[in-house]
């Protein structure tokens, strides 16, 4: 029993996580209904920009907060160089889909280009030892990655449900037309969109990275996949859908590590996605829509 405890912390944990990447393929696809497949190379980047601050001897801190910063600012670019045009031409949406997956592929020949192809120690920055609770053995780092993950995930949730920046990305979500003729900037929204997005992915990046000590160019093809998975299982474009989707990829995976063995828990989040999609594959918070011909 501690033993699968101890297993479930850590699927809470990572599913934060899973959560705090899935956020970002809710918020575009609830904005521009577009599957971003370039948002795994972004976490990936994200990783990559912190240990570069830390290398410059940046403390903790601030390292993740300039890759946080570069990372928003990249996912910006990203739709301002590839994606706008698009829409302004009015292309097909498989276009948009396409472009990101090459975005992606750009992104990581870029990281291996200028970090090298090898995996790289990260700093263990959130190590603060192992906590004791009747004989379950928790890992510091878990503590962090859970703290922050679930408080950033209570941050947005209250922009987009509190705020008038919020009320803008729902009215610009259910209809871009209407609320740009109601006065709202949806150029500006779209930016913002993707500046959180790649903020977020930053964030998801920097703490794994420091979970796992590790960075590689690849690194965010799997666990890209994983939130797609999550953001899939509770309603793609519902951030408190990205939440608990993560949350049952993480607690899932996790225990099907230790009943049925290590080297089948990143099938897991793919056996989920099969499953939601033939059963309801509108996801547990998605709606289904009506399409008027």
Known sequence: MAVLIQQLFNGIALGLVYALVAVGYSLVFGIL??????????YAFGAHAALFFVGIHFGPIPAIICAVVITGLLGVLIDKLALSPLRKKKSVPIAALV?????SNIIQNMLVV?????????????????????????????????????????????????????????????????????????????TLTFLMGGAS???AGGMVSGYYQVVYPG???????????????GGIGSLPGALVGGLAVGIIESVAALYIGSNYRDSMAFIILIVVLIFRPAGIFGKNEVIKV
């Open 99 to 103: 472009t990101t997956l090459g975005i």
């Open 33 to 42: 209904r577009l599957i971003n497949f370039s948002h795994g190379a972004v």
């Open 219 to 233: 690194m965010g093809f799997m666990i890209g996949l994983k939130a797609f998975a999550a953001s899939v299982l």
């Open 114 to 190: 200028i970090f090298g192809s090898q995996r790289k120690p990260f700093p263990d920055f959130f190590n603060l030892g192992m906590l004791n609770f009747n004989g379950i053995q928790m890992n510091s780092r878990q503590f962090v990655m859970f703290g922050v993950s679930l408080a950033l995930l209570l941050v947005l949730l209250l922009v987009v449900q509190k705020t008038k920046i919020g009320l803008a990305m729902r009215a610009t979500a259910q209809n871009i037309k209407a609320a740009s003729l109601m006065g709202v900037n949806v150029n500006s929204i779209i």
């Open 201 to 203: 992915a930053a964030i």
